[in-house]
Structure formats: C-alpha cells, structure tokens
C-alpha cells in the first residue's frame, strides 16, 4: 500500500514556495512582472477497487500535483464490497455517523492552495472514509474539487453533502466519471479548472504578488473626496510617509491632481515612477460605453506614462466589453493589472466566464461592521487579491466605529489607535486597505502597521463585531 504522505514532496514544495518569494522580490525591484503565481495542488483520493485511483493519476500527471491516497486502515475486502448483503460497505454508508479510521498522517497539508478529492460512490454518498479525511484536517481557505466514480449513478448530493464536513473550505462543484473514462477526458476536465492559488499576503514586504504578476502594496491611501491643493497635500505626504499605493477614480475628479503630485515627488526624488502603485477606475453609463476612449482619458489625466490597475467601478450593462477594451490596454502596456469593483460572488460567476484576464483584485465595502465573510473567501480562493474600501466605516460612520469598545480595548492593549487596530485586522485577513486621508498624523499612523499583530482571540473578537452593516449602498 503507498504511503499517507511523502516527505520528499514536502520538501520540493517547500522549495518551490521560497523560488516563488525570490520571483517576487525581483519583480519588485525591477517594476517587471514575475510569472503568475501557480496553485500548489494536492490529488487526495480514496480507491478501494483502483478504479478511483487512476483517474487521480491522471489527473495529478496533468496538473503536475501531488498524488496521495487516502488509505484505511483496515482495507476493504471484496465481501466487504458485496453492496445489499449488509457488508461492511452496507452498513457504513447507513451510518451518517461512521468514520471508518485512515492511515498515516498529512501535516503539509496546509501547504496546497487546491485539493482536487475523489471518490468512488458507494449507495449514492461519499465511502465515509472520506468524512474521517475531511473532519481530521484544517480546509480553511482551500479549494477543494470532488469527483468521484460509479458504473451508473450521477454525482447526486455526494459533493454537497461534504460541504458540512469542512464547511471554511471553498467547494468547487463535483463532477461524475464512469469508470472507463480516458485520460484526455479527464486531461479537459482538469484543463478547465481555475486553480490559480491564493494571493499571499507578504507583510515584511508590505506587498502581494498579484496573479498579473505585478507586486501590489498592501496598504495604500484612499482619495475619494481629495481635490485641489488638498489632494496634492495628502498624496505627497502620504508618498513622503512610505505609502506606495494611490487609488482614485475617474468619478472622484481628482486624477489630474494624483498625477500632479506624484510627479512632483518624483522630480523632488522622494519616489520613482516604478515605486508607485496606481489604481483607477472607469464608471458605468457613458464611460463603460466608450471604454477606449474614457480609458486613454484616466490615462491623460494622470500622466502617468501607465496605470498599475484599472478596476470597472461598477457592473453595468457593458462591463464586459468595458473589461474586454482594457485588455487591450494591457497588451499595449499602458495598462499592467485589472480587477473590479463592487462585485460579488452571483457577478463574478457570471462575469469571469466572458472574459480572457482573471481580474487581479477585487475592491469592496469591509470593515468590522460589514466583513463580507462570505464572499472574501470566494474570490480569495480564485487568486484574486481583496481590497477593502471604507476600511474605517467610511466618512460619517468612523467615530462610531473607531470608538467601538472592542477595538478600544485592542488598540490599548498594543498601544496604537483604534485605525491602526482595523487596519491591522484586515491585513491579517488578507485583505489590503486604502484608507482616506488629508491628514498627514493620520496618513503616517494608517502606514504604521507591521510592528504589531493581533492574536487570535483579537481577531476573533473582532470578526464578532459583523453586523452585516453596509454604510454605502454599492
Ligand atoms: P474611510 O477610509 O473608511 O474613512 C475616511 C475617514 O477616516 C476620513 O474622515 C478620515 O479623516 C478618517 N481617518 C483616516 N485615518 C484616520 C485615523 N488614523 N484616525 C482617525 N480618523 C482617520 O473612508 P473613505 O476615505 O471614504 O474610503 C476609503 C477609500 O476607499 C476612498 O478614499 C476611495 O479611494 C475608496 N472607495 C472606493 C469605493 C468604490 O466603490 N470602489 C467606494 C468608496 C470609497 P481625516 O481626513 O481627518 O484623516
């Protein structure tokens, strides 16, 4: 019988993961994209009969990923497989409660961003021996595809059934192969998976490595309300104070501004062009109408030679030509990453399938009183990176958020203000902020965020502050 795990594996995985950080530190430097980040993929399959456990091979031959069998520890006999005698098989599958045990031990499991699970359908279910798998390990944040065998019956609920059993994973739905099935239709079937791994978060860098390939800072300066002297103040203080991210929008009017100050700071040498991360974004109506155009305008008005990221404000009837147009602007260099805005699970899965560049980022409202629970997980296990927007409740709403007991008391505890507590909070959630400021005080403590970190319990108890509410209605 093969072996739980394979240390080799972990040990080449390992090495792939600092290869990959040595990428991204060069691709800083230079302003160059390194190659999209690749999913570090796990075959986990249950195979009592072998059927299952080709399929797998070839799958993980395809998707050049870790193979690894998930083995009982009392092996299945063939009378233990003779289906309505009440073997074995018979009455595990009668017993929701079953968890027949496994062999060996997997501790690099959380190293594989997607785990692609198969199975052989016994009565309709998932063998409860893929419960026990399930139940013994930490899913959180992972993607996990299931496919499974049967001479006759379909998938039924055998895939969704799982959900419960590792309920922080992100399922990808299941797919049925008969048990002859070929290597080239598995080879399709694995091709047309998205399995671009999640965007990790580097916060002694201060950045993430985009799947464009691009380094993005994680915390930046919002500018949605900054104009004249105003806006030119806040971004060259924010620039002087190491913030290396500006985002703003063609709706906020104040492109021409960024873009003046960000000159004026490169001529004044405090930043190089290539050290300053942009984000624009285009509207819906007449701008997403004609994309072309109103794209080449974000880009006159900020003068900026390219743009580090377009994001579409706003779905809108033609957001997917709008999308489609700066693709080209990608190809063309003036553009280097895109994303979107204002989008959510039921948009992205009708959005993405139209569209040739997975975006790299998706900016919307969270913060403690509205934390997205359920969609930051989603769009994280795409490899698209998070952004928050209103990360302090937004103007009008911050007092009452940034004197919320809960956050008080942590920020007491570490010594820093209650900003810099929520800020902190959805950097260890993975999610990169853009605080708006005009003060240069706050625009320095919103940048002072990495000689902290909250425990558990801090984020715990903030993750409790969600009430699901929305201070925007976009
Ligand atoms: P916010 O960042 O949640 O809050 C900004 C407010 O917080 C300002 O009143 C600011 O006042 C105050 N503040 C900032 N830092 C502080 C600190 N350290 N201590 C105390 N108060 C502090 O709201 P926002 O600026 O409206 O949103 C952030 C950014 O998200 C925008 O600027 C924009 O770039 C983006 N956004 C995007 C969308 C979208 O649809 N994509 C929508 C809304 C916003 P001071 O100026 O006095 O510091």
């Not at 139940?135 to 609920?157: L, N």
């Not at 030509?321 to 979107?340: C, H, M, P, T, W």
């Not at 000689?451 to 201070?471: V, Y």
Request: aromatic share 10%; hydrophobic share 40%; net charge negative.
């Amino acid at each position: 019988m093969k072996p739980f795990f394979c240390i080799l594996s972990a040990f080449f995985l390992l090495l792939g993961l600092s290869v990959c950080s040595a990428q991204a530190a060069e691709s800083g430097d230079a302003g160059q994209p390194s190659s999209a980040p690749k999913a570090k993929i796990l075959v986990a399959y249950f195979s009592a009969t072998g059927t299952t456990r080709t399929l797998a091979e070839y799958a993980a031959d395809f998707l050049d990923a870790e193979l690894c069998e998930i083995v009982p520890e009392t092996p299945y006999t063939p009378a233990d497989l003779e289906y309505y005698t009440g073997c074995r098989a018979d009455q595990e599958q009668a017993d929701p409660a079953a968890r027949p045990a496994i062999l060996g031990d997997m501790d690099h499991l959380a190293q594989y961003d997607v785990i692609l699970l198969g199975y052989p359908i016994w009565h309709g279910q998932a063998p409860r021996m893929i419960s026990t798998f399930l139940e013994r390990y930490d899913f959180s944040g992972k993607r996990i595809v299931p496919f499974c065998t049967s001479h006759s019956s379909g998938i039924g609920s055998s895939d969704t059934d799982l959900h419960a059993l590792a309920p922080d994973a992100v399922w990808h739905s299941g797919t049925r192969f008969a048990g002859d099935t070929s290597r080239e239709e598995i080879e399709a079937w694995a091709a047309n998976l998205e399995l671009t791994p999640s965007a990790v978060f580097d916060l002694e860098r201060r950045t993430v490595l985009l799947n464009s390939g691009y380094e993005m800072p994680v915390n930046g300066l919002g500018t949605y309300s900054l104009h004249g002297d105003v806006c030119i103040d806040a971004v060259k203080s924010a620039l002087a104070s190491g913030v290396r991210l500006i985002d703003t929008a063609s709706a906020y009017g104040n492109e021409e501004e960024i873009g003046q100050a960000i000159r004026e700071a490169i001529s004044e040498g405090t930043v190089r062009r290539e050290d300053v991360f942009v984000t624009t974004k285009i509207y819906p109506g007449d701008e997403m109408e004609a994309p072309e155009q109103s794209i080449q305008s974000c880009l006159d008005r900020l003068g900026l030679e390219y743009v580090d990221l377009l994001l579409l404000h706003h779905p809108d009837r033609n957001d997917v030509r709008a999308y489609l147009a700066a693709e080209q602007f990608v190809r063309d260099g003036k553009i280097r990453s895109l994303g979107l805005s204002n989008w959510y699970v039921e948009e992205l899965e009708t959005f993405l399938p139209q569209v040739t560049v997975t975006p790299a980022l998706v900016q919307n409202e969270i913060h403690p009183y509205y934390q997205e629970n359920d969609e930051i997980p989603y769009i994280q296990s795409l490899g698209i990176v998070v952004q928050g927007w209103y990360p302090l409740g937004g103007r009008g709403h911050t007092e009452e958020l940034l004197n919320d007991p809960v956050i008080l008391e942590i920020a007491a505890a570490h010594d820093v203000s209650s900003a810099q507590v929520i800020l902190r909070w959805n950097l260890q959630k993975s999610v990169a902020v853009i605080p708006g400021s005009s003060n240069p005080e706050h625009i320095r403590e919103n940048t002072e965020l990495y000689h902290f970190s909250l425990t558990e319990e801090e984020m715990s108890r903030i993750n409790a502050l969600d009430r699901g509410e929305k201070h925007d209605w976009y």
